[in-house]
């Protein structure tokens, strides 16, 4: 398969051998449901939202949007991030956030090593 296969099947694995160890969530997952995915990440951490407590799961839900931190002012800046130590211009941190974009980005070569 590939050492990234390789990679998140182990801990694939190892979610399901220790599923209050290691939480394996799925960004397709996080797209198509993310209020569930947020009250499934509370739980895992020990820190469930209260029974009714709709206005806090959509908060966190707005906070953690890619619209939202797309448009942050530490985002905008034209700067690099000194993050990774090369320098990566801010603005690539956030692409469009819709599931199968990365084929817009990958050459065949690439895509063909990922398989």
Same mark, same amino acid.
């Given at each position: 398969?590939?050492?990234?296969? $390789?990679?998140?099947?182990?801990?694939?694995? =190892?979610?399901?051998?220790?599923?209050?160890? #290691?939480? @394996?969530?799925?960004?397709?997952?996080?797209?198509?449901?993310?209020?569930?995915? +947020?009250?499934?990440? =509370?739980?895992?951490?020990?820190?469930? @939202? &209260?029974?009714? *407590?709709? $206005?806090? #799961? *959509? &908060?966190? +839900?707005?906070?953690?949007?890619?619209?939202?931190?797309?448009?942050? *002012?530490? &985002? &905008?800046?034209?700067?690099?991030?000194?993050?990774?130590? #090369?320098? #990566?211009?801010?603005?690539? @941190?956030?692409?469009?956030?819709?599931?199968?974009?990365?084929?817009?980005?990958?050459?065949?070569?690439? $895509? *063909?090593?990922?398989?």
């Amino acid at each position: 398969m590939g050492p990234f296969w $390789d990679h998140v099947l182990k801990y694939r694995k =190892a979610s399901l051998e220790r599923p209050q160890k #290691i939480m @394996f969530l799925k960004y397709e997952d996080l797209k198509r449901d993310p209020r569930g995915q +947020v009250k499934k990440l =509370a739980e895992f951490m020990g820190r469930p @939202f &209260k029974f009714g *407590d709709e $206005d806090s #799961i *959509d &908060k966190m +839900v707005w906070r953690c949007s890619l619209e939202r931190l797309k448009n942050l *002012d530490v &985002k &905008k800046g034209t700067g690099r991030s000194s993050l990774t130590g #090369i320098g #990566i211009p801010k603005a690539s @941190f956030f692409r469009l956030g819709v599931v199968g974009d990365w084929k817009n980005h990958f050459t065949e070569e690439m $895509d *063909d090593h990922l398989d």
